[in-house]
């Protein structure tokens, strides 16, 4: 019986976004049924890559070589979807990376349910993107994309606490400060398909930053370590930037993040600068 860590590695190493998402909700679906059925499948062992296989296309950049996004022609909009969809295709692997890669760590079954959960939402999420995008005449790797998005992977790849904080905690939740901005962009444009395909995963993220939180909350207590320190403590040394105001605090609250955690590592003045899609995950 294939173990749920062999599955993620099987994910990891699939490179097609559409092949690696199908893949991945077959597995979350395997995974739940067998919960269901009173018979959960075995965490096992496997090891992750360090970096997961990714198609030929886009094009990676870094991110000064990325070219500037105008939200007000359809050229910039598509270029914003599609760095959504490449945002959405590394949370995929974040997810099922961050199951793989720490099943040493002994964790509640419950866990394992929360990151499938979500691993499940960011494959649905680049699939909506994706067909946006080719209702309108593109596709995923048509464009350019972020190259530093698997940073914070490798960055926190030995230490399970770190990846908690960085990923759901930073990345993610600064996906629910921007998204309801392009969310607007496309509502004033009228492309209601990806205003709809937004809504969804604005939803969902809620989730995902709450099971950061909760579990990090989690091992913290088991260890004995003030939450709140460790995170101020682990952000500072895994993530290079300070956070960006203005901060989404009621969708925060709701996903378990107090101001006393994030407001502490932000830069204090506020500036015009639109927020970019690209410094977040969702
Ligand atoms: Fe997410
Ligand atoms: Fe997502």
Redesign the pocket.
């Known amino acids: 019986m294939q173990s749920l860590s062999e599955m993620a590695v099987e994910v990891l190493t699939t490179a097609d976004g559409r092949a690696k998402t199908a893949l991945g909700r077959a597995h979350a679906a395997r995974w739940f049924a067998a919960r269901e059925a009173g018979t959960p499948l075995p965490i096992g062992k496997a090891a992750p890559p360090l970096r997961p296989a990714r198609p030929d296309r886009p094009e990676l950049l870094s991110p000064r070589d990325m070219p500037r996004r105008r939200p007000g022609t359809l050229a910039g909009r598509l270029a914003l979807l599609h760095a959504v969809g490449h945002i959405?295709l590394n949370?995929v692997d974040?997810?099922w990376d961050i199951i793989a890669r720490f099943a040493d760590v002994p964790m509640p079954l419950g866990f394992y349910d929360d990151w499938v959960k979500?691993a499940d939402?960011?494959a649905k999420?680049f699939n909506l993107i994706c067909d946006c995008l080719e209702s309108l005449g593109s596709h995923y790797g048509a464009l350019p994309a972020h190259a530093g998005m698997w940073r914070a992977a490798e960055d926190t790849a030995e230490d399970f606490l770190g990846r908690l904080a960085v990923v759901?905690m930073v990345l993610?939740a600064r996906?629910l400060d921007v998204t309801p901005g392009m969310i607007e962009i496309f509502r004033k444009s009228g492309e209601t398909g990806a205003v709809d395909a937004l809504e969804v995963?604005y939803a969902?993220?809620v989730?995902?930053?709450a099971y950061g939180s909760k579990w990090f909350n989690w091992l913290c207590g088991r260890d004995g370590l003030d939450p709140k320190d460790q995170f101020h403590a682990l952000v500072r040394r895994y993530f290079h930037a300070t956070l960006k105001p203005p901060f989404n605090d009621e969708k925060r609250a709701e996903a378990g993040l107090p101001p006393d955690f994030y407001w502490p590592l932000a830069e204090r003045e506020i500036t015009g600068d639109a927020a970019a899609p690209d410094e977040g995950?969702?």
């Open positions: 959405e949370a974040l997810h979500a939402e960011e999420h759901p993610e996906g995963i969902e993220e989730g995902h930053v995950t969702t």
